[in-house]
């Protein structure tokens, strides 16, 4: 047996025999939230946000990806549950998490950007945490919306047609995005109160005991001491060249 | 190919081949940080912590089972790095992640238990987030000590011998634990100072943008609606029973 047929039927299995969805996975009648996996995504961008919409009542969450091959996110290895072949049109949801190397990859990508024009057109909600918006935005899906990003990254948005906003979670109709990678349990909530009713968000808050204390007070360039933002802007320079780049070829692709 | 071969094999191609600890991975000089995974934990619990501490200068993280067979998680599936019987003796960390009925069939095996109890004996730290102190108490390993766990679970820590301490992060000489799930990420950088500096983890922090601004003011029992809170309560008191139970019948085989 070679590689390629050993994940693939190690996929195939778990998709088939261990409940993909997970233990809480609930029936097939379900409407779908549709999140979005592919090779070197930002792991907590997709997990924060699938915490929270795994518990909204009506919905089920399902990760969806290129093939059934293992996704080797930037820190751990999971297995999709879903091909885009396989995912219905009918989308309750499209989710985007964000990464970099990767994500510069997708934005390029004409299996992903035709997987997001088709069930963007119809899905009730098209979303993203972190850099994952450059995705959708290189689909085409944010021209003339405002959306959040990764504070990194807003530049890279405008080149997209997009308005940066500089939020934890910015609505402005369907588009719902939040911010850099943690963001996505803000978002997760805000979505889970759209979708269900702010009781469930806030029993889902309580379950998940949000109540964030960080020990440090350096999550945006304005509050972090100037030299770690100054190292952190430094070190993001080449993944920021390459989004830019990938947004130019995007854009002039529309 | 049967499906324990497929899987093992998909395992083994994943930790030889795809860099099991992400695109991120550093060399295997580091020292080692080690996620134990079992069948049903809450998959934030692991992910938060480890999106932190893979990006700790000098440490790798590492993701260890009983088997390599893909873990199903509350909600998504994922493929361990190394098993109990690979992972050295010399861990700098030890992390157990929580969950409801995983976490109370992994107080009760004597696989891992005896995992928790060879590695915790020698590791500089030994840690959990949510109910995973649940799983670190039935090994014997919090007797004596203060600790944090989900806000339902603190009774249950008091039959394993242990102080429960409404905190988000507590620490008592080598224990480091955490309060529920997203309490992890507060946990992952309190953690990170130390096995680093206050610099490194600012600078994690703002790479991971963590600034929360949680919609609601729900995030702990005290916060929650009334009407919240006592749902909450009686959703849990099932899985409260039988952690109760696994943890007399821990402490009655110490």
Known sequence: MNRRTALQTAGAVAAASLLPGGVNAVEEKSKLIVMVAYQGFTVLDLVGPLQVLSRVPGYRTVIVAESRDPIVTDCLTLLPSMTFEECPQEVA???LPGGLTGTVKAMSDPEVIKFLQTRGATAEYVTSVCTGSLILGAAGLLRGYKAATHW????VLKT????????????????????GVTAGIDFGLT???????EANAQGIQLALEYDPAPPFHAGTP?????????RARKRLTPFLESAQ?????AASRW
């Open 160 to 179: 997209l047609g997009a308005t940066p906003v500089a939020e934890r979670v910015v609505i402005d109709r369907n588009r719902v995005t939040g911010g």
């Open 191 to 197: 979505l889970a109160a759209r979708l269900s009713n």
């Open 245 to 249: 780049q990938a947004a130019q070829a």
């Open 222 to 230: 304005e509050t972090a001491p100037a030299a770690i933002t100054e």
């Open 152 to 155: 990194s990254s807003r530049e």
């Open 93 to 95: 949801v499209l989710f």
